[in-house]
C-alpha cells in the first residue's frame, strides 16, 4: 500500500460552529480513532482532496501538533450538493490488529470476447478486504485474457494473500457481455453458411 503523510491541526473545540468555520477556512474536520483515545483535528481541504479523489489506497502518516500517528482513510463525508469533504475519520493502524480497506480492482490483458466483439464488464471497482496493514497490496489485479463471451471473474477466482475478501465467494466481480454488433455478426456467420450448403445442394442436385 502507498503511503502519504498528513499535517492535521488538534481542535480546540468540537462543536458545530467551529466545524462550521472550519470549512469556511478550507479546512476539514476530523477523527482519530482505533487507538485508545479519539483524537480530534483538522487538516487542510485541498491535501485530503489529493488523497480521496486519487484512485489508489494510501497508509498515512498523520502529524497533529508533533506527534505522529500511522493510519488509514476509514470513512469520509461529502457535501450533498457542492461535494465538497465535509468530515474525515481516520482508523490508527494498530500491530497485529487486522484493518479493513475497500482495495481498487483492476485487469491486466485484453479478454478475447472483448476482441471478437464482445464487452468487458466491471461490476465493481473496488473490493473490500481485511488484512494487517502490512500485507495490504496496493490493488487487486484479475487477468481477463482468456475469458470469451459469456465468461466472467468471481470472488472465489481471486486470492489476495494473508487477506480476508469480505464479499460472498459467488460475488460477480466481472464478465465478458454479448454486444448487439457480436449478435449481428455471428447471425451473419450463420446465414453465410446456411447459403453456402444450400448452394453446394444445389450444385450436387443439377450434377
Do not use: W
Not at 464488464?121 to 478486504?129: D, E, G, I, P, W
Not at 455478426?185 to 442436385?205: I, R
Amino acid at each position: 500500500m502507498k503511503t502519504a503523510s498528513l499535517s492535521g491541526s488538534p481542535r480546540g473545540s468540537v462543536g458545530k460552529k467551529d466545524a462550521n468555520q472550519l470549512r469556511k477556512d478550507n479546512r476539514v474536520p476530523g477523527v482519530l480513532y482505533g487507538g485508545g483515545e479519539q483524537k480530534h483535528f483538522s487538516v487542510k481541504e485541498l491535501d485530503i482532496s489529493k488523497l480521496v479523489v486519487n484512485p489508489d489506497i494510501f497508509r498515512i502518516n498523520l502529524d497533529i501538533d508533533g506527534e505522529s500517528f500511522d493510519c488509514i482513510i476509514q470513512e469520509v463525508q461529502f457535501h450533498p450538493v457542492t461535494d465538497r469533504i465535509v468530515h474525515l475519520d481516520l482508523l490508527q493502524v494498530v500491530p497485529g490488529k487486522p484493518v479493513r480497506v475497500d482495495l481498487p480492482l483492476r485487469t491486466t490483458g485484453t479478454a478475447v470476447g472483448v476482441i471478437a466483439g464482445g464487452r468487458l464488464s466491471m461490476l465493481f471497482r473496488r473490493v473490500a478486504v481485511r488484512g494487517l496493514a502490512d500485507d495490504l497490496p496496493e490493488f487487486i489485479t484479475i487477468d481477463v485474457s482468456d475469458l470469451q463471451i459469456g465468461d466472467n471473474v468471481r470472488v472465489k477466482d481471486i486470492e489476495v494473500p494473508n487477506c480476508t475478501v469480505l464479499l460472498n465467494d459467488s460475488t460477480l466481480l466481472a464478465a465478458v457481455k454479448r454486444t448487439r454488433a457480436a449478435m449481428s455478426a455471428a447471425s451473419e456467420e450463420e446465414d453465410g453458411d446456411g447459403e453456402a450448403s444450400a448452394e453446394g445442394g444445389e450444385e450436387a442436385a443439377a450434377e
